[in-house]
């Protein structure tokens, strides 16, 4: 049996990272909901982006392109590290970045290396990555 590569597998996950977006909203307003999302992301913690951080992030960015109708998603290491925050600054996390990146490169589902900096990890890394084909429920 073939396997989906994780990023396929994990776009569905989306969903519950808006809901739980909902969820941290809404316990702003009432601390009541608080429980239910308590969960809350290191790096709101701490101000310090994690590598789930980044991960949400780069599928989320997916996400995007696919509802926006492409079949494919170039993602850049600086970017997407701009989006998470804390880069540019000192206690940047460029290395966990780019590691996350490339932990969802599938070569095998088309992906492609764009760009990639000597060290293998810097803001220049660019990734096209190949998006599933969303099918209108039948």
Not at 88 to 105: D, I, K, S
Request: net charge negative.
């Amino acid at each position: 049996m073939k396997t989906l590569p994780e990023k396929w597998v994990l776009f569905g996950s989306l969903v519950t990272v808006i809901v739980f977006d909902l969820l941290a909203d809404l316990a702003k307003d009432n601390p009541v909901t608080a429980c239910a999302s308590a969960e809350v992301a290191h790096s709101e913690i701490s101000g310090v982006p994690t590598s789930e951080d980044f991960k949400t992030e780069l599928y989320r960015m997916m996400n995007e392109a696919l509802f926006d109708g492409k079949s494919t998603a170039e993602i850049n290491a600086g970017d997407l590290h701009r989006r998470v925050g804390g880069y540019p600054g000192p206690n940047h996390r460029m290395p966990m970045c780019c590691v996350v990146m490339l932990a969802a490169f599938a070569p095998e589902a088309g992906d492609v290396i764009l760009e990639e900096p000597p060290s293998g990890q810097g803001a220049n890394l660019t990734i096209r990555y190949v998006l599933p084909k969303l099918e209108p429920p039948s």
